[in-house]
């Protein structure tokens, strides 16, 4: 079985501020996580993947992730908040599940960014 | 290339009714996923098919189902509509259900249900 839990449903932070969105896992294989945001009335766009190669995984419009096994986290950051930024930011594990891999998603972050 | 496409991108339905939603996944895609996610229970996997055939099945009842053409297009039906099974249907599609490759999403089909 696996499992991801967002930490905060709700980040506010400042134009130009960093970003920190939290997400921690738990799978009983070795898991693949990604990172992808939707802005409103789209679909879901892909960030950033982490598939056990890096630990640190750089993905599109400045965003980075980090793989910390020991924490089970895979938690998402940006040095500097840009308002096109403000979205909903969803932590995804995909694990085995019979003959495919399955995607379960974390319940959300809204990011809102301040002027 | 171009993206997954859905149509429609809004619908309207009453209760009881049925409705169904179509999926064109990226070319050479072979793998459709469907999920639906609502404010309340966040993104949920209905399904996903692969040559055709359905290779995951989510926790829905059996008033959902999906097939799956040999074009790979997918279609997804939803009987006797509940005014619960509001909500934005995506659908993904990746080149197939194993590995660790990268499911891309469509911009979804929003269905109301009055």
């Known amino acids: 079985a696996q499992s991801v839990t967002q930490l905060d449903s709700h980040v506010s932070v400042s134009e130009g501020t960093p970003v920190l969105l939290r997400c921690n896992y738990s799978?009983?294989?070795?898991?693949?996580l990604f990172w992808y945001v939707q802005h409103p009335n789209k679909g879901l766009q892909l960030l950033l993947k982490?598939?056990?190669?890096?630990?640190l995984v750089k993905g599109i419009n400045g965003f980075e992730a980090e793989f910390k096994k020991s924490e089970t986290s895979f938690h998402l950051t940006k040095p500097s908040a840009h308002m096109s930024d403000a979205a909903e930011y969803f932590c995804?594990?995909?694990?085995?599940?019979?003959?495919?891999?399955?995607?379960?998603f974390g319940s959300g972050t809204q990011l809102t960014v301040l002027p | 290339k171009a993206g997954v496409t859905q149509t429609p991108r809004y619908l309207i339905k009453t209760r009881g009714q049925q409705v169904t939603l179509s999926c064109s996944p990226i070319s050479g895609h072979r793998s459709v996923s469907w999920y639906q996610q609502t404010p309340g229970q966040g993104l949920q996997f209905l399904f996903e098919?692969?040559?055709?055939?359905?290779?995951n099945k989510g926790n829905f009842p059996g008033r959902f189902s999906g097939r799956q053409f040999s074009n790979s297009r997918s279609e997804m039906n939803v009987s006797t509509l509940e005014l619960g099974d509001s909500a934005l249907y995506l659908c993904?599609?990746?080149?197939?259900?194993?590995?660790?490759?990268?499911?891309?999403f469509g911009p979804g089909t929003r269905l109301l249900v009055l």
């Open positions: 995804v594990v995909s694990a085995p599940s019979g003959s495919a891999r399955q995607l379960t």
């Open positions: 799978s009983s294989y070795s898991p693949s």
């Open positions: 993904a599609s990746r080149t197939e259900p194993g590995g660790q490759e990268t499911q891309y």
């Open positions: 982490y598939t056990s190669a890096a630990t």
């Open positions: 098919y692969f040559s055709e055939t359905q290779r």
